[in-house]
């Protein structure tokens, strides 16, 4: 230990110098960051070549798209606006059914 000084040497556990240590440190740092940003994961599309609208809509996406709630899509139905497609257990819309909605004549 220095005396009165702000330098504190403490007892080498590795043979290293504590620049070219840190310097290592940081290139391993660099090295794992580009590598990550090389196998980005990528996420699965479900497009269609050629397609250029989404065919079918489940209730939230249209509750989201009209501003209504689900309420207000099941009384649509009720009342001929929107014809539901069930598919399992799903429900699903349209898109032409929708866009009859969104412009009507």
Known sequence: M???????DAPILFPYDPKQFWQSIRQIIREEIANAEKVKTT?????TPGLTYKPLYKVAEVCDLFHVTKTTIYDW???????????RSRV????????KLLRPD
């Open 2 to 8: 220095n005396d009165g000084g702000n330098n504190i």
């Open 43 to 47: 996420h699965p599309t479900y497009e």
């Open 77 to 87: 139905i009720r009342h001929g606006k929107l014809k539901p497609y069930k598919i």
């Open 92 to 99: 699903y819309f349209l898109w032409q059914d929708i866009q």
